[in-house]
């Protein structure tokens, strides 16, 4: 069966456009104490533009909106590096508890033990899982907890009194730990993987000026990095930290722990591995976990447990806050409801699942697609578009695959691989979906040949076409301008 | 396991087609040394209904709202949202997408940022808004480095009534950065101190950054602020605690500033101890290439239909890597939804009356607890809905007495301010009747106080 085809899409426009003086979407209470007003100066005129609505208007507008929009509640969403599976709805009833959603940050210790007790549950699940010594649930996504994890590795060289500077990043790399890497202080040493790294390489490399390696395990072709320990023997022995970007932590749940292998810090994605919502970009949350060593450097406060109670702690040494408040509390407790739900041997079924289906998903596409590493998949595969004739590309695939029903993988990442074409399927397909999204990945590869008209004019399906972005970069429209007009 | 669809023979079909006997082969490349060799010791797993008993049991352990009459603010408000909002940010299709780098499929998501990015403009006056930060505090970090960027210089100053954790975020995102943080006093009127500022300014400074509202609740006179740091050839961050507050005041860009860095949360976002929250980020066109994190664009498609895309991604992670404005990837999308959800429910009528119940309210009871003995309001600078209460005796025994009568009677200032000691810091929203701020005045004059 083709999943996707076309229905009745309403249009919608602007908030801004539908706007009527007079109307309104909300109703306070009369003011009962007496009404005052800003001295002189300090106020505003009344907001050109903003909103006037009613709220069938602006249900009706939102509603709308959301069906132009494609979740993993619609359908497969294999986005490599993503882990975009599925999201349990007990979860979002979790964080919408009153007593778990309305307390207030700055509610003294004792009054918020059910919040503090389920974060340090939350702290000692993340520490076994990883094999850390101490988490941090500061960091609000994965490129926060590596700024928090590479602050943390500078402030444990400058502690003992070493200046050192640069960072080794090999080229699979995503673009966060670069940009991390810079915004810490350091300079960027790139480095070159075969698929994997090698201990030559980092050899070749490890100096007395380099602070520390940043690694990606299992890497972002899928593939885990075989020479790990040796690597992180080698960087220690010569004075430096290995920095573990976690995103693909799903391929190793109860598996092998990051801590075990010698790697000094990681930060978690709890949006990916722990199944909380993406949310259209965000909001996650990017836990770090570090060894012994370096736990006094994390940024406070934390949550340590004193006899029977719960309360927050810091340490002089830390690097400081990289947050107003705690962290984001309802996605930590949305990934503590996940492993609760799914308990140790549930995690480790997870990933082998998720495993399998990459390697499933790999299997089934080999020989209709380049597959430029030989090596192994863990839970997710790396094609690309070497192969396909008559001028179609990643990027054609790409949008074919949406007048089929699915959500694209990621594409041109990692950057290693020329066309990339990066396919994570997660735990939570089955073999049905796999298979039927495999379908179609090999018809479209027959229609390159065939009639490659289908891939350049695609998608064909959605309520808008294929975009100008070059356009949208040169004459720069970011926000609607109509003050005061209808449109 | 119910998320997990696979069957004992869907496994079974699928090492088949593989090629492997067995799951285990599937790891191989993971070296024996560095497996683990037990199974991780965690809690036997829960169904849902013992799942939601144990999270009523932590829920039941909290004080909230609900069990408390609370005074509590200092960057985190409790105000009303209506029930629509969370029905809407519900929608999967919104809460279970990510970033939207397909826009063909991504157009809801890619609207309303477009929406939100255009309702922030509005609100603080400026010419363009981002996607959205982490949250106020790393939205104000950003902008200082954003303001290092433009200015090439090294300094910071940050004024000391701005929220002291955002001071120290700030601090902690220039630690490795060459770059000083200087703190700027505060007068006895409880805004920043101008001679202060303007004895610290000179060519080194890259950007000043205060409050508005500060962390005492009190207005800045952010134009005189503006015209000083622009003066020295810095640029002026407007740190914008309380979101609410631009319902009724002047917008920071009418004002003259360079940069506004805000928190959202306020927007239909529960406090929910301290996040998800939403950062938002606006500044001058001009300026607009070297702004960090996310830009939706307007565009058209083939056949000359509206659309909306992420654009300018020059600037960003994945394509200039280590020469990036800022290493964002993820932000708050969801959170930006419901900011935008809240502000069309609410629109020009209710925000500016909901910032107006805030302000009667706080102003009530500032005049309430301002009669009592004992009590004393340090701060006579206008302010917005909080307000720093000073009391003859010691505030630990003063918030204990109140939590005594299921008062959280506001936020001690001793922690971040040792001068204040003596002091905390009070805040009154719409969500207080008239009543429970008589309860609290009646409890300070009772003796708390
Ligand atoms: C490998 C990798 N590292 C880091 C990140 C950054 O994570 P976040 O978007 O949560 O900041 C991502 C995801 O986008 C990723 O795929």
Same mark, same amino acid.
């Given at each position: ?487 | ?226 015209? +000083?740091?622009?003066? $020295? =050839?810095?640029? !002026? ?8 507050? @631009? *319902?009724?005041? %002047? ?99 209710? +925000?500016?009356?909901? $910032? =107006?119940?805030? !302000? ?8 309430? @607890? *301002?009669?009592? %003995? ?76």
């Amino acid at each position: 069966m083709i999943v996707g085809t076309s229905g009745l899409v309403l249009n919608e426009k602007l908030l801004f456009e539908h706007s009527d003086a007079g109307r309104k979407g909300y109703s306070l209470p009369a003011l009962d104490v007496p009404a005052t007003e800003l001295p002189d100066g300090l106020c505003r005129q009344e907001i050109a533009g903003f909103p006037e609505l009613s709220e069938v208007d602006v249900v009706r507008h939102f509603t709308r909106l959301s069906t132009w929009n494609y979740g993993v509640d619609s359908g497969f969403y294999p986005l490599g590096s993503c882990t975009m599976k599925y999201n349990p709805k007990v979860n979002e009833l979790a964080a919408r508890l009153p007593g778990l959603a309305d307390v207030h940050p700055a509610t003294p210790d004792h009054l918020a033990q059910g919040a503090l007790e389920m974060m340090f549950r939350l702290q000692e699940a993340l520490a076994e899982i990883s094999g850390f010594g101490a988490v941090t649930l500061q960091p609000a996504a994965g490129a926060q907890g590596e700024l928090t994890g590479m602050l943390v590795v500078r402030a444990w060289h400058e502690a003992r009194g070493s200046k050192r500077r640069k960072v080794l990043i090999p080229d699979t790399a995503h673009g966060t730990n670069p940009a991390t890497a810079a915004l810490a202080g350091f300079d960027v040493v790139p480095i070159a993987s075969e698929g994997v790294l090698t201990l030559a390489e980092v050899e070749a490399h490890m100096t007395d000026e380099v602070a520390a390696l940043m690694v990606t395990n299992p890497n972002t072709l899928g593939l885990f990095e075989t020479n790990i320990a040796a690597i992180c023997e080698v960087v220690h022995a010569r004075g430096g930290l290995v920095y573990c970007d976690g995103a693909n932590l799903n391929a190793l749940l109860g598996i092998a722990r990051p801590g075990d292998m010698g790697i000094d810090v990681m930060h978690f994605n709890l949006h990916k591995t722990f199944a909380t919502p993406h949310g259209g970009g965000g909001p996650g949350s990017g836990p770090v976990g570090v060894s012994a060593a370096l736990a006094p450097f994390l940024p406070g406060p934390w949550v340590i447990q004193d006899g029977d109670r719960y309360r927050f702690a810091g340490s002089s040494e830390s690097i400081g806050r990289m947050l107003a408040f705690h962290g984001n509390f309802g996605i930590m407790l949305r990934a503590y409801a996940y492993i609760r739900s799914m308990g140790a041997a549930g995690l480790k079924h997870a990933t082998e699942m998720a495993v399998l289906n990459a390697n499933y998903v790999r299997a089934r596409l080999e020989g209709g697609y380049h597959l430029p590493y030989a090596t192994r998949s863990l839970h997710e595969v790396v094609f690309s578009d070497r192969d396909l004739p008559n001028d179609c590309h990643t990027l054609d695939v790409a949008k074919r695959l949406i007048d089929y029903g699915y959500h694209p993988p990621t594409i041109y990442f990692p950057l290693v691989v020329k066309g990339s074409i990066m396919i994570e399927p997660t735990e939570t397909e089955s073999q049905e979906t796999l298979d039927e999204f495999c379908d179609a990945m090999l018809a479209i590869a027959k229609e390159a040949e065939m009639n490659p008209d289908l891939l350049h004019a695609a998608p064909v399906r959605t309520r808008v076409r294929r975009l100008d972005e070059t356009a949208a970069a040169r004459q720069p429209r970011l926000r609607w301008e109509g003050v005061g007009e209808k449109g | 396991m119910r998320y997990i669809p696979h069957t004992r023979d869907d496994v079974a079909q699928m090492l088949g087609r593989i090629g492997v006997g067995s799951l285990e082969e599937l790891f191989v490349e993971i070296p024996a040394t560095v497996r683990l060799k037990r199974p991780l010791q965690l809690p036997a797993p829960l169904a849902e209904p013992e799942l939601v008993r144990d999270l009523k049991a932590l829920a039941a352990r909290n004080a909230t709202p609900e069990n408390h009459v609370s005074f509590l603010g200092g960057g985190a408000y409790q105000h009303f949202i209506p029930a629509a909002v969370d029905q809407l940010i519900s929608r999967s299709e919104f809460y279970t997408a990510y970033t939207p780098y397909q826009p063909e499929i991504s157009q809801g998501t890619l609207q309303a940022i477009f929406e939100f990015q255009t309702l922030i403009c509005q609100l603080t006056g400026m010419d363009v808004a981002n996607a959205s930060m982490y949250d106020g505090a790393s939205a104000c970090a950003e902008a200082a480095l954003m303001a290092v960027r433009l200015t090439r210089r090294q300094r910071v100053l940050v004024s000391k009534a701005l929220n002291p954790r955002w001071r120290e975020v700030v601090t902690t995102y220039c630690r490795y950065l060459d770059l000083d943080v200087v703190e700027v006093g505060y007068g006895a009127d409880g805004r920043t101190d101008l001679d202060d500022l303007a004895a610290r300014l000179d060519g080194r400074v890259a950007a000043v950054i205060a409050g508005y509202p500060n962390y005492f609740g009190v207005v800045e006179d952010l134009a005189a602020l503006a015209r +000083l740091a622009q003066g $020295a =050839g810095a640029k !002026l961050v407007a740190g914008v605690n309380e979101g609410i507050a @631009l *319902g009724l005041l %002047k917008s920071p860009g009418e004002l003259g500033a360079d940069i506004v860095a805000g928190e959202g949360q306020s927007f239909g976002i529960p406090v929910s101890f301290g996040g998800p929250y939403v950062g938002f980020f606006a500044a001058r066109m001009k300026d607009v290439r070297a702004m960090p994190g996310r830009l939706i664009g307007e565009t058209v498609d083939r056949d000359g239909k509206r659309g909306f895309v992420l654009t300018l991604a020059t600037r960003e992670q994945h394509i200039r890597r280590e020469k990036a404005t800022s290493n964002i990837c993820s932000n708050q999308g969801l959170c930006a939804l419901t900011a935008t959800v809240f502000l069309s429910l609410l629109g020009k009528q209710g +925000l500016r009356e909901m $910032a =107006g119940q805030n !302000l009667a309210k706080a102003a009530y009871a500032r005049e309430q @607890l *301002g009669r009592i %003995k004992g009590v004393d309001l340090p701060f006579a600078a206008p302010g917005f809905n909080e307000f720093v209460v000073r009391t003859a005796r010691p505030v630990k025994e003063v918030l204990a007495a109140l939590e005594q009568q299921g008062i959280l009677g506001g936020i001690p200032l001793g922690p971040d301010y040792p001068e204040l000691a003596d002091a905390f810091l009070v805040c009154v929203t719409e969500q207080h009747r008239r009543a429970d701020i008589e309860v609290l005045a009646a409890a300070l004059a009772g003796g708390a106080a």
